[in-house]
């Protein structure tokens, strides 16, 4: 026992309780406590059976994941726990696992090595260790495939999604479902199954032997196709495979030269990184976890367009009735088309039932008026984007909205301070700025005005969680995080057509690294027509004689958008396909001849490399300027709103797995080749952070605006 694991005599049943706040993870100190309590128990004449429950909100959620960077830099050895759960399935009493909230990865490990496991009904199973770059490493891939056979036994390991209490149960993970009080249950199974003869997961042999083996290799393809370029669900197919074809123990190594492999792997860092990234965005210095949060009970959104509508549809996934308000009946009705369309579509994939679809249905009111804004709790803004219309608007709510409601603008790209300075109560006025389609996409930029209060940064933060979404906050400069870094990335993948790629290579370029899509191909996915309005938004702030893209405008002075119109950088069939489109080769060529640039063959390192550290430079500048408070929130800007690839760990994290001194003297390279165009300086300077990272062999990830502020650096 340790004040991590406990164990108490209740009725005859020996209770091994963990207590590991805040997910009873499996840190240094709870497998020894376990291991103390169970040894215990099996020598206590009074004891007949063993109960192990997890204290607080779950079971274990796993091997304690702060603890891999410290083997895999070898700071300390790594630790097997198999041994303490062969302990546990030789103990010669019954050992129950009693599983609530979530056994995940060595959690669902160790319930495995239990004789029963019964579950709460709410409860979740699974080895989403892949989510991590790794594999499961404590025997799930041999005593999984035993309970639940081997195809559920891939799918779980190599996809890595849970399954619910009924599941489990069918699957036979769970031997029952206990309704009410699970350690009650616990015991009452407990005490039945005492004196049995009780199985061994690993001598389980029948669903080893009906396992079909051409699944393998269909789990490869699939693998191939729906997690490109990822080690770990190719090593986790291969480990369960070697359950069906070795005995226990040789599985069992197979799995650890696996795990280990995975373990050190730059993709396992990366996905590590991206976990407790995306867990501190939250975390704002100056601004506590116990400040006071506004009570969001209703909601309005202006604009029924494509933003307004999925942002209707978040308040009413999350319950909370929401006003949509449109200027025309026509523009209403084509609005409140598209969201039902949208849950009608969540229904016919089975992601929703119909009851849920008409109950959210019931909490959207489709109006013209402003009717009930003066209700509201919140009003956001997805109106056309522009700063006049904006400021129009906000002059209109902050006249009708309640003290202490939040005005949130949706605006990808405008100042807020400006938008807030139609208001009287700049302090409320914040951007939300979501990402299409907003109903689906995780991300949402929170956007601090320098007016914007604790308590509305307090609100959006929580209200991100209650939406489902992943608030980052961001530093009210043009384009914010995200978009702000978008346009050198965009621009340099113009450069490089211009120069003498074809549009395919970049986009291919792009997608052999791992985005989903080439960055034209992105483009032509939002629409030319919205890069064309903001550039022409800010032509004024054009530097001149610096190198700007030739054949944007030029495609849409067309009117050649992209997707929305068939025609872009490249062409698209009525199944939005796309193919080579001669026209714009053609503009391209000529508009590289009339500026003179002589093209060339280009490598698709060149082209990733341009793509990317003009990415990851102009992320040092949000950085370097406080616009991010983090580096690791620009990764999950990245990751959650521009499908970058999270086993890549994100623009920055990758910049630092390159070298900072490697991206540096690239980004010289570049820049020398620029200055023919006469913009080498304008283009490729590197961003002060990133040029004293590099001299001082820092790195991004490591570095902590906070602190050099506080030592006034
Ligand atoms: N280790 C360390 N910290 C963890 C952790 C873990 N396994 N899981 C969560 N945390 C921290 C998290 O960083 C956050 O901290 C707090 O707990 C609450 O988490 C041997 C090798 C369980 C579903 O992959 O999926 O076992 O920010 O905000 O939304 O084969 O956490 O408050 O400081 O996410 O309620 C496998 C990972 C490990 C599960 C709860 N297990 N965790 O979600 O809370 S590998 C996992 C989760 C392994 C074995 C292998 C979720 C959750 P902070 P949270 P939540």
Redesign the pocket.
């Given at each position: 026992m340790n004040e991590l694991v406990s164990l108490h005599l209740e009725d005859q049943v020996a209770v091994v309780t963990i207590s590991n706040p805040?997910?009873n993870?499996?840190?240094p100190g709870v497998p020894e406590g376990l291991q103390r309590s169970i040894a215990e128990a099996a020598a206590d004449p009074a004891a007949l059976a063993i109960v192990v429950i997890g204290a607080g909100?779950?079971f274990i959620?796993?091997?304690?994941?702060?603890?891999?960077g410290k083997v895999v830099s070898g700071e300390k050895p790594r630790r097997s726990?198999l041994p303490l759960l062969l302990e546990i399935e030789d103990c010669a009493k019954p050992v129950i696992m009693a599983i609530h909230?979530?056994a995940?990865?060595?959690?669902l490990?160790v319930a495995m090595a239990g004789h029963y496991r019964v579950i709460a009904p709410s409860a979740?199973v699974g080895?989403?260790?892949v989510?991590?770059g790794?594999?499961?490493?404590?025997a799930?891939t041999q005593r999984l495939p035993r309970l639940a056979g081997v195809a559920k036994a891939v799918e779980m390991c190599a996809f890595g999604e849970p399954v619910g209490a009924r599941e489990a149960l069918a699957l036979g993970i769970a031997d029952a479902v206990i309704d009410g009080d699970l350690l009650a249950g616990a015991i009452a199974f407990a005490r039945e199954a005492a004196g049995r003869p009780h199985p061994k997961t690993r001598e389980r042999q029948q669903k080893l032997r009906d396992a079909d083996p051409a699944l393998f290799d269909r789990a490869r393809q699939q693998a191939a196709k729906t997690r490109r370029g990822q080690l770990a669900p190719l090593a986790a197919i291969d480990a369960v495979e070697s359950a069906t074809r070795l005995p226990f123990d040789a599985g069992c190594a197979r799995e650890a030269e696996l795990?280990d492999r995975c373990?050190y792997s730059t993709q396992s860092k990366a996905l590590i990184h991206a976990?407790?990234a995306e867990?501190?965005v939250?975390?704002i210095p100056g601004i506590p976890k116990d400040t006071p949060v506004f009570e969001i009970r209703r909601a309005a959104v202006i604009g029924a367009g494509t933003m307004g509508g999925g942002i209707t549809m978040n308040y009413a996934n999350a319950g909370i009735p929401v006003i949509v308000k449109e200027t025309s009946q026509e523009a209403l009705d084509r609005g409140m088309a598209i969201i039902r369309k949208n849950y009608a579509s969540s229904v016919k994939k089975g992601k929703l039932l119909q009851a849920a679809m008409d109950q959210r249905l019931s909490l959207i009111t489709p109006q013209l008026t402003y009717d009930g804004f003066d209700q509201a709790d919140i009003i956001a803004e997805a109106v056309f984007e522009g700063m006049a219309l904006k400021k129009q608007v906000f002059a209109e709510i902050d006249a009708i909205a309640r003290p202490g409601c939040i005005l949130a603008s949706n605006t990808s790209y405008l100042d807020i301070d400006e938008i807030a300075s139609a208001t009287h109560r700049p302090e409320m006025v914040v951007g939300h700025h979501y990402f299409s389609p907003a109903n689906v996409m995780r991300l949402l930029e929170i956007v601090r005005g320098k007016a914007t209060g604790n308590a509305v940064l307090a609100t959006s933060m929580a209200l991100a969680k209650k939406l489902n979404k992943i608030g980052v906050l961001a530093g009210n400069a043009r384009g914010f995080i995200g978009n702000r870094m978008l346009t050198p990335y965009l621009r340099e993948a113009q450069f490089l057509v211009e120069e003498g790629a074809s549009v395919e290579d970049v986009n291919q370029a792009l997608y052999d690294f791992g985005m989903a899509m080439g960055p034209l191909a992105m483009s032509d996915l939002a629409g030319l027509d919205v890069g064309w309005r903001i550039r022409k938004e800010f032509k004024h702030l054009e530097k001149p004689g610096v190198r700007v893209p030739l054949v944007a405008d030029r495609l849409c002075e067309m009117g050649r958008f992209g997707q929305k119109t068939g025609r872009g950088w490249s062409r698209y069939d009525e199944n939005r396909q796309p193919s080579p489109d001669p026209e714009t080769a053609a503009l391209i060529e000529q508009g590289a001849r009339e500026a003179g640039i002589e093209r060339r063959a280009i490598t698709p390192e060149e082209i990733v490399d341009r793509c990317l550290f003009a990415l990851v430079n102009e992320g040092a500048h949000v950085l370097g300027e406080g616009i991010a408070l983090r580096a690791a929130d620009i990764d999950v800007v990245y990751l959650n709103g521009y499908a970058f690839p999270a086993w890549r760990g994100g623009p920055m994290f990758y910049a630092d797995t390159v070298g900072l001194k490697t991206v540096l003297a690239r980004m010289e390279e570049f820049r020398l080749r620029a200055s023919k165009f006469g913009s080498g300086d304008d283009l490729w300077s590197p961003a002060p952070l990133l040029q004293r990272l590099a001299e001082t062999g820092g790195t991004f990830t490591n570095f902590d605006r906070q602190k050099e502020v506080a030592a006034g650096v």
């Open positions: 805040p997910v993870a499996l840190s909100r779950t959620a796993g091997a304690d994941i702060r603890e891999f726990l909230g979530t995940f990865g060595g959690g490990e979740q080895q989403p260790e989510k991590l790794i594999i499961p490493g404590a799930g795990f373990l976990f407790f867990r501190g939250s975390k």
